[in-house]
Nanobody, 114 residues
């Protein structure tokens, strides 16, 4: 499985950005797709993930502002009401539970600044 992320960039506080991630290869084996982020000097953390069947899981800090969706091999993260603390490198993740394997895309930088 290979993951390629799109989107990211710079936006002012209160703005909107969309991140997209496309999986290729054996993407049909993927159970969970999601997004993680890592801010400077901090550990990588979960932002949002979507399980097979449609259940979602969001970090408390983004609930009500971010929405994750998936369509076949694509996962999108819609980020509304962005805050400066959302500034980070965002990573797409795909998990194949049957093999206990995580796949990661290259990070994409999101900068929220006035």
């Amino acid at each position: 499985v290979q993951l390629q992320a799109f989107g990211g960039g710079s936006v002012q506080p209160g703005g909107y950005l969309r991140l997209s991630c496309a999986a290729s290869g054996m993407w049909s084996s993927i159970d969970t797709m999601g997004w993680y982020r890592q801010a400077p000097g901090k550990q990588r953390e979960l932002v949002a993930r979507l399980f097979t069947g449609g259940t979602t899981d969001y970090a408390d800090s983004v609930k009500g502002r971010f929405t994750i969706s998936r369509d076949k091999n694509m996962v999108d993260l819609h980020m509304n009401s962005l805050k400066s603390e959302d500034t980070a490198v965002y990573y797409c993740n795909a998990r194949v539970s049957s093999r206990s394997v995580d796949y990661w895309g290259r990070g994409t930088l999101v900068t929220v600044s006035s």
